[in-house]
C-alpha cells in the first residue's frame, strides 16, 4: 500500500520542518505548501489525504482557507492552533475542519489523532463512496476499483478494462504526477517479493498498458526514461 500523504500548512518554518520530520519517520508523505497567498490551489494540487492547517496564517486566516478547500474538496482538515479557547475549536469545525491540535501538543497524541481519522476516512472504518477510487492525471481517468479507464477527451465515452496489476502500475504512475518512477519502485509496489519476479514481467505488463492506453488515442503516454524507468505524459494525445 502507498504511503498517506500528508499536507502541511504552517507559516511557522521552524514547527513545519519538525512536523514534516515526525510524520515521515511514521512513514507518511509529506508536502510543504510554501505559497500561503494560495493556499486552496496549492492543497488541491497537492492532492493529499490529509491536510494539516494553522490558524494564524498571513493574507487569510485557517478558517478562511478551510472553508475555500471545503467547496472542492472533502479531504480531512485537522486545525494547528495555540489558540485553546473553545470559540476557535467551535470555528475550526464549522469552518469544516474534522480536528483540533492545540500547540503545543505531543508528537503521540498528534499520531493518534491522524491514524483515527485516516481510518475512518480511508481503512477499516470507512463508508463505501462511489468514485472514492477514481484518481485522474491530465484528463485519464483510473477506476482502481474496477480496474477500468477511460479519457474522454480523446476516446468519448470508451471504458477499458485492465488487470489487478495493469491498474496497480497505471495507479502508481498517475500518483508520481509526471515524475519519473523507477523500475525497481514499480517491481516492489506491485509484486510482494521481487526477489522471484523477473525484470521481464514489469517490461510486459508496461506493454500491455501502453496498447490500452493506444485504444484511448494516448499512445505515447507512458514515456521510457532511459536508465531510469518510466513516467506518464497524457496532455496531447494521438
Not at 171 to 185: C, N, P, Q, T
Not at 206 to 233: D, F, M, N, S
Amino acid at each position: 500500500m502507498e504511503p498517506y500523504k500528508i499536507c502541511i500548512v504552517e507559516d511557522d518554518q521552524k514547527l513545519a520542518d519538525l512536523l514534516q520530520t515526525q510524520l515521515e519517520r511514521f512513514g507518511f508523505e509529506v508536502s510543504l505548501i510554501a505559497r500561503l497567498e494560495s493556499i486552496d490551489a496549492e492543497v488541491l494540487a497537492c492532492k493529499p489525504h490529509l491536510v494539516l492547517l494553522d490558524i494564524n496564517l498571513p493574507y487569510y486566516d485557517g478558517f478562511y482557507w478551510c472553508r475555500r478547500i471545503r467547496q472542492q474538496s472533502k479531504v480531512p482538515i485537522v486545525f494547528l492552533s495555540a489558540r485553546s479557547g473553545e470559540m476557535d475549536m467551535v470555528l475550526a469545525l464549522e469552518s469544516g475542519g474534522d480536528d483540533y491540535l492545540t500547540k503545543p501538543f505531543h508528537p503521540e497524541v498528534m499520531m493518534a489523532k491522524l491514524r483515527a481519522l485516516l481510518r475512518r476516512t480511508y481503512g477499516e472504518y470507512a463508508e463505501p463512496a462511489a468514485g472514492d477510487e477514481e484518481t485522474e492525471f491530465q484528463g485519464l481517468i483510473l477506476d482502481a476499483h474496477r480496474h477500468t479507464i477511460r479519457c474522454p477527451r480523446t476516446s468519448g465515452d470508451t471504458v477499458l478494462s485492465l488487470s489487478g496489476t495493469e491498474a496497480g502500475l497505471l495507479k502508481k504512475l498517475i500518483r508520481a504526477e509526471g515524475k519519473v518512477v523507477s523500475r525497481e519502485d514499480l517491481l516492489s509496489a506491485l509484486w510482494d517479493d521481487t526477489q522471484f519476479v523477473d525484470d521481464n514481467t514489469l517490461t510486459v505488463n508496461v506493454a500491455r498498458v501502453r496498447r490500452k492506453l493506444e485504444e484511448l488515442g494516448l499512445p505515447t503516454a507512458i514515456v521510457t526514461v532511459r536508465g531510469q524507468g518510466y513516467r506518464l505524459e497524457v496532455e496531447g494525445g494521438a
